[in-house]
């Protein structure tokens, strides 16, 4: 099993929609948590970090449930500029900053 | 403020032949890393440096060396290359310490191995 995993989709939704990806992790001892955004044949960027409370960004919320073990994203009003791959990223070591990649969801939004 | 910086972009390899992939950061960044990312899998550790003169192995060591050579620089050297090496390699730098630190990534090497 995975350590980090995601659904790859690809999801497919209007201008306009709301989608929600999630993720699931299974090393209990991980820390902190991430989304990352990769467009196609570049390299991936921070989108936002995850925190127990929740945390929002603008269209973008994320959120994190320790005791399922899973981390969304939440992007409402989706635009076109939104298509890409999301990576669902946890941290199993502050110490060594090992960060441990989920393989991505695609996102393309379609006018 | 370049941020991280990776050459080549681009470079095609026979069987058996050997490069190094060469990486810096401007940052003053304590940790570096080389990951590769293949077609429908997520980014795989290589080799990874937790701070100046120490270097560990990642989750897809085989096949590749590394060199910390200083603070800035972090180097991926393929000693004899083989058609499965064939990815994009990125470098990745971070300041570390913190929970919330963030790594930065390079734009990335794409390398084919014939």
């Known amino acids: 099993r995975k350590e980090v995993e995601q659904d790859p989709g690809p999801f497919n939704v209007p201008e306009g929609a709301t989608v929600a990806f999630n993720c699931t992790y299974s090393?209990?001892?991980?820390?902190?948590f991430f989304w990352y955004r990769q467009d196609c044949r570049k390299e991936p960027k921070l989108l936002m970090s995850v925190y127990s409370s929740g945390n929002e960004d603008g269209r973008f919320t994320a959120q994190l449930n320790r005791a399922s073990q899973y981390i969304s994203l939440l992007i409402r009003d989706s635009k076109l500029s939104d298509s890409a791959t999301y990576l669902c990223?946890?941290?199993?070591?502050?110490?060594?900053?090992?960060?441990?990649f989920g393989q991505g969801t695609t996102l393309q939004v379609k006018p | 403020n370049a941020g991280v910086t990776q050459t080549p972009k681009f470079q095609v390899l026979k069987t058996g032949q050997s490069m190094t992939l060469q990486c810096a950061q401007d940052m003053n960044h304590n940790s570096m890393y080389w990951y590769r990312q293949d077609p429908g899998m997520g980014l795989r550790l290589i080799y990874y440096?937790?701070?100046?003169?120490?270097?560990d192995k990642g989750e897809v060591p085989n096949g590749y060396n590394v060199s910390r050579l200083n603070k800035r620089e972090f180097s991926l050297r393929l000693e004899s290359a083989a058609p499965s090496q064939t990815s994009v390699y990125f470098c990745?730098?971070?300041?570390?310490?913190?929970?919330?630190?963030?790594?930065?990534f390079g734009p990335g090497t794409r390398l084919t191995v014939l």
């Open positions: 440096s937790a701070s100046e003169g120490t270097t």
């Open positions: 090393n209990s001892a991980s820390q902190s």
């Open positions: 990745a730098s971070m300041r570390q310490g913190a929970s919330t630190d963030t790594q930065y």
């Open positions: 990223v946890s941290l199993g070591s502050s110490n060594t900053g090992k960060l441990i």
